[in-house]
């Protein structure tokens, strides 16, 4: 049997280790980069050099973002460790990209309610989870039925940044919208059952654990595409969740006709959630569980970013 390529072995071992579509995405491109740079050599005959001279070249000469370098980065660990199965090598003396020390932009109270009040249907739904609950827009979209919790007031992050899962609020203005949600998505799939459809990807391969998962109205998004599609790992149709670059752009055209100035997106809102949080007086690391971050420093950042303007100082010229 013919050895499969590079790249295809990239995807093997990431759909194995449970990487998203995405990830798998990024790394394979990262590594396709790495093998162009070097002239296409294979890398199991790459030394610590040559990955210094790449991610040295995405720094200086790419000028990108220091996240960015630290995703080349983290592909090229993944190609040795896990795809190679050989030690990364040692890399020193890397020329680090310039880590952005901007602050987030916030909303204010009533330019957040006049955002969200602009959006219609499913799109104002999610952006209210995403200012009502801190939740990422992929977190928002890629969320199932089960996921929520009616009588308990919380929604369960399942599989959030880092692979962690998390409890957060589940806003009461919310509640009997949500409610009506669920039953438009049990009719829907009700109907894709019919057509001998009605299937829905579940991660970690629970189905092959549990043979009737798939067809589950729990393991249904919230949020569900309008059309069936191919799944690009299985070639299966089925039913996605919804884009999330749909909501991006109602948040662009919402922020233009609610009149507020400010260069806005999905993340503004769920910043907003946070530094709203805090300016309520929440302690700082209640509102890091809510919000998922590993660091709490993370978190503090929103301390400067309160509607008090300066930190909260008084100008002397106000007194």
Not at 39 to 44: A, L, S, T
Not at 80 to 108: C, D, M, N
Not at 239 to 258: D, G, I, W
Request: hydrophobic share 40%.
């Amino acid at each position: 049997m013919a050895t499969r390529k590079l790249l295809d072995q990239v995807g093997d071992v990431a759909r194995f280790r449970h990487l998203s579509l995405r990830t798998e995405e990024a790394y394979r491109s990262w590594i396709k980069r790495f093998i162009l740079f070097h002239g296409k050599r294979h890398p199991r005959d790459l030394d610590a050099e040559a990955v210094r001279a790449f991610l040295t070249h995405l720094a200086v000469n790419e000028n990108v973002a220091a996240s960015t370098q630290n995703q080349a980065f983290n592909a090229l660990l993944f190609l040795y460790r896990q795809v190679l199965q050989k030690e990364a090598p040692k890399i020193e003396g890397v020329e680090r990209a310039r880590h952005s020390r901007r602050l987030p932009v916030v909303f204010t109270k009533s330019e957040s309610a006049a955002v969200i009040a602009q959006m219609k249907g499913a799109n104002r739904l999610i952006a209210g989870l995403l200012y009502g609950s801190g939740l990422r827009i992929m977190e928002a979209v890629r969320m199932r039925v089960k996921d929520l919790d009616l009588h308990r007031n919380e929604i369960t992050v399942r599989d959030g940044e880092g692979e962690q899962d998390r409890v957060t609020m589940l806003p009461r203005a919310l509640k009997q919208r949500l409610a009506l949600q669920i039953r438009a998505v049990q009719k829907l799939h009700i109907d894709d059952l019919k057509r001998g459809r009605g299937e829905v990807y579940l991660p970690y391969a629970l189905d092959r654990k549990y043979r009737n998962a798939a067809t589950d109205f729990v393991w249904q998004y919230l949020f569900p595409a309008e059309k069936l599609s191919v799944d690009p790992r299985s070639g299966k149709m089925r039913r996605h969740h919804v884009a999330e670059q749909n909501l991006q752009r109602a948040v662009k055209t919402a922020l233009r006709a609610a009149g507020v100035r400010k260069n806005g997106s999905c993340n503004t809102i769920r910043h907003s959630f946070a530094a709203h949080l805090v300016e309520d007086g929440y302690d700082i690391r209640t509102v890091q569980e809510l919000l998922g971050h590993k660091d709490v420093r993370t978190t503090m950042i929103y301390t400067h970013v309160l509607n008090k303007g300066g930190r909260g100082v008084r100008s002397p010229l106000d007194s």
